[in-house]
């Protein structure tokens, strides 16, 4: 395992946030113990909406994310009600593992899964030529609604997903092989594709996703290629189109090579 990939990983939202409430800890212990000095009401709840309200301001100081700070903040309070309940220690272990099957290496990525609608994927339809078949990537195809959908509109294109985590892979797999589709499904890292292979790749992934997509996209796309990604932007270069799939709906931002 390289440095700069622990490093990758040490900058990871989830990891920064899990080192927050790490922190918050020793600082909590103090705030209780001079509250328990002037003899101030100390209990279980006390305990947790402090170091609550600690993290969700190492949180905001910090500069993560807005929705971190909600996460924070009641972090320490789902515990609290979670042994309150007394459940069962197997509940945990399967929640664990059905997060983990689902959103896998979310905290490495910092894509979640965002799924598109059959209006997105139908203007997507129509920026493929009419005259030729195109090849045709969604990276991060989560339960594979846009790839069969186009696989059936457009028969004579090849359009395949990718995705990392293992649940919406296999749903998505077993979709395709249960409706006798031509789509194409596969588990993995859409940085290890050959974006050269393809004529168009849809990304609806996050902010925090695109400046890596975009140096990949302009290093291997071939001309006459076309990057279209839903709802985020690229920085570095402003979409050669934008285009709304119904009246109100956030963008498609269509990058041209």
């Given at each position: 395992?390289?440095?700069?990939?622990?490093?990758?990983?040490?900058?990871?939202?989830?990891?920064r946030a899990m080192l927050i409430q790490c922190g918050a800890v020793p600082l909590t212990l103090a705030i209780i113990y001079v509250m328990a000095s002037f003899r101030f009401p100390v209990d279980y709840l006390s305990v947790a909406v402090v170091?609550?309200?600690?993290?969700?301001?190492?949180?905001?100081?910090?500069?993560?994310?807005?929705?971190w700070r909600a996460?924070?903040?009641?972090?320490?309070?789902?515990?609290?009600?979670?042994?309150a309940l007394q459940l069962p220690s197997w509940l945990f272990g399967l929640g664990f593992l059905l997060?983990?099957?689902w959103y896998w290496s979310t905290f490495r990525t910092q894509v979640p899964y965002y799924p598109s609608g059959p209006a997105v994927w139908d203007a997507v339809r129509q920026l493929l030529p009419a005259d030729k078949p195109a090849r045709v990537i969604d990276?991060?195809?989560?339960?594979?609604?846009?790839?069969?959908?186009?696989?059936r509109a457009r028969p004579d294109a090849e359009v395949s997903g990718i995705e990392l985590a293992p649940l919406p892979f296999?749903?998505?797999w077993l979709r395709a092989r249960l409706s006798g589709s031509r789509a194409r499904f596969?588990?993995?890292?859409?940085?290890?594709?050959?974006?050269?292979?393809?004529?168009?790749?849809?990304?609806?992934?996050?902010p925090a996703a695109m400046p890596a997509?975009?140096?990949?996209?302009?290093?291997?796309?071939?001309?006459?290629?076309?990057?279209?990604?839903?709802?985020?932007?690229?920085?570095?270069?402003?979409?050669d189109r934008i285009l709304h799939a119904t009246e109100g709906d956030v963008p498609l931002y269509i990058w041209y090579f």
């Open positions: 395992m390289t440095l700069p990939y622990l490093q990758r990983i040490a900058r990871a939202p989830a990891v170091q609550g309200v600690l993290a969700a301001g190492l949180t905001w100081k910090l500069g993560l994310a807005r929705w996460i924070q903040l009641l972090f320490p309070l789902a515990v609290l009600t979670a042994l997060l983990l099957g990276i991060g195809s989560g339960l594979g609604g846009f790839v069969l959908y186009l696989s296999l749903y998505s596969v588990r993995g890292d859409y940085e290890k594709l050959d974006f050269s292979r393809y004529d168009l790749v849809f990304a609806y992934l996050s997509l975009w140096r990949k996209t302009r290093a291997e796309m071939c001309p006459g290629s076309m990057l279209v990604s839903y709802e985020f932007i690229v920085e570095e270069r402003p979409a």
